[in-house]
């Protein structure tokens, strides 16, 4: 029997603090896994550990005795490289099951027949060919994207949008938590690539009226185009690879399609999933608005 039930990587992050929230809740012993373990706060039913994909030694310590591991690894990264790591990681600890959070553009092709999101593909097939138990989870746009404009939005800036009036089906990460956390626990969905969409079709412009709604506001957007949004992760320090891969998913999105809904939340979770303006409600503080 396994020490911990499951490593949570990336667990400073929207989702990986959500899983521990979960796991926390159930009394379920897991794993933490962070570059900055001082982030987390101390539990008693929760290991924090130093760790980083590029240090093979930090994996390999963190896995042992575990018996499930969420794998989160990020775009801006070298994603399929760091996802060889902690499965190789796995393997050699005997991990049984691995639950991998990609995205829903690494299930879709762009001009000349190409994965749009081929770092996620990438690390999918991975996965795949581990010899693991896996399941693969594909969200959609996170709600908690947002977060990333809060000191725009506070200082009455506009939201640059890239994805114009695209369509998507925006997803609380709380519910993508809650899913995984499910299908560490109970291995449910083992085999799967499940797409995970909240309740309803929004743009960006969409989201901004809700979110201008929640709080009491006015709040507008500036339609980037690939061009200037490429000079501006270029001036960020973002490599050339890592920016085609976010211009090839907005321009995706944009077009979209990134457009469906799906009830894979309710089928696993038994509730449908929560709204962006749910998920605006309890995140007003961020935007400096008071409670109602």
């Known amino acids: 029997m396994s020490d911990f039930q499951a490593l949570v990587t990336g667990a400073t992050g929207n989702v990986g603090s959500a899983i521990l929230g979960v796991m926390k809740s159930r009394g379920v012993r897991v794993r933490a896994l962070a570059r900055n373990p001082e982030m987390l706060p101390e539990h008693p039913l929760v290991d924090v550990v130093q760790g980083d994909y590029d240090d093979q030694r930090s994996l390999d310590a963190a896995t042992a005795g575990v018996g499930a591991i969420f794998v989160l690894t990020t775009p801006e990264s070298p994603v399929p490289r760091h996802d060889r790591a902690i499965l190789r990681a796995a393997r050699s600890a005997g991990v049984t099951r691995i639950v991998k959070l990609s995205t829903t553009s690494a299930g879709a092709r762009g001009p000349n027949n190409r994965i749009v999101g081929t770092w996620h593909r990438a690390a999918e097939d991975a996965v795949i060919a581990s010899g693991l138990s896996w399941t693969i989870l594909r969200p959609s746009s996170f709600a908690s994207n947002f977060l990333r404009w809060a000191d725009v939005i506070n200082e009455g800036l506009p939201i640059p949008n890239m994805t114009g009036s695209g369509l998507q089906g925006v997803i609380d990460p709380r519910d993508v938590a809650a899913v995984a956390a499910e299908c560490l626990l109970s291995g449910v969905a083992a085999g799967q690539i499940i797409t995970l969409t909240g309740p309803e079709l929004l ?3 969409d989201r901004v009226a809700r979110l201008a709604r929640v709080l009491g506001r006015q709040i507008t957007t500036v339609n980037v185009p690939p061009d200037q949004a490429r000079e501006r992760m270029r001036s960020s320090g973002m490599d050339a690879p890592a920016i085609e891969t976010v211009i090839a998913g907005a321009t995706w999105a944009g077009e979209g399609g990134d457009a469906h809904l799906t009830e894979e939340v309710k089928r696993i979770l038994g509730r ?18 008071p409670s109602p």
């Open 272 to 289: 449908p999933p929560g709204t962006f303006e749910n998920w605006a409600l309890d995140h007003r503080a961020a935007f400096n608005a």
């Open 203 to 205: 743009s960006v412009p």
